[in-house]
T-cell receptor, first 120, second 109 residues
């Protein structure tokens, strides 16, 4: 079974540009989450999509947006890039199974290799 | 939101030594995972362990959900164990995981 794939792996942009990153989840997984990793802030949650709907959103400005397609593939977009947006962007997919009310949820996440974005 | 604290932040060991990494969290969690991040940035799944104990080779993990902590044990450490270990928890807000700051492990030959 293929793992989570992310494209591109490396990207160099200049301030003010916009960028689109892509994530293909593991086959059958319907939940896709995005995270930003920087040396100063660590791993921070951006947003999560499930069945084409944004279900959760982190504390990031509106310049960060995303979407999910019917095949569960997801894209995130950052507009008007700033130097501080330089980071490793990680995508995770999960099966997300909601059990009976007492059983909770099964939501093991599997991460892709990431896209390393450099903003000059 | 939920707070996650990992300790120690840095750990240096000689090859063959054992170690314990800790993850404390501030609220009830639905799910908890341990990851190892390799030098290229890839997060490798170690354990999915919302409660109980699991073992995989030289690694084992225990989560005591009622006391809000999880432990990762590494026995007979090897240089290839070096890297950053992260704990990630999902609280009652399904689909949103919060990561700790990680423990950077260095194993010297």
């Amino acid at each position: 079974k293929a793992g989570v794939t992310q494209t591109p792996r490396y990207l160099i942009k200049t301030r003010g540009q916009q960028v689109t990153l892509s994530c293909s989840p593991i086959s059958g997984h319907r939940s896709v989450s995005w995270y930003q990793q920087t040396p100063g802030q660590g791993l921070q949650f951006l947003f999560e999509y499930f069945s084409e709907t944004q279900r959760n959103k982190g504390n990031f400005p509106g310049r960060f947006s995303g979407r999910q397609f019917s095949n569960s593939r997801s894209e995130m977009n950052v507009s008007t890039l700033e130097l501080g947006d330089s980071a490793l962007y990680l995508c995770a997919s999960s099966l997300f199974v909601r059990g009976a009310f007492w059983a909770g949820t099964y939501n093991e996440q599997f991460f892709g290799p990431g896209t390393r974005l450099t903003v000059l | 939101g939920i707070q996650v604290e990992q300790s120690p932040p840095d750990l240096i060991l000689q090859e063959g030594a054992n170690s314990t990494l800790r993850c404390n969290f501030s609220d009830s969690v639905n799910n908890l995972q341990w990851f190892h991040q390799n030098p290229w940035g890839q997060l490798i799944n170690l354990f999915y362990i919302p409660s109980g104990t699991k073992q995989n080779g030289r690694l084992s993990a225990t989560t005591v959900a009622t006391e809000r902590y999880s432990l990762l044990y590494i026995s007979s450490s090897q240089t290839t164990d070096s890297g950053v270990y992260f704990c990630a928890v999902e609280g009652t807000n399904a689909g949103k995981s919060t990561f700790g700051d990680g423990t950077t492990l260095t194993v010297k030959p």
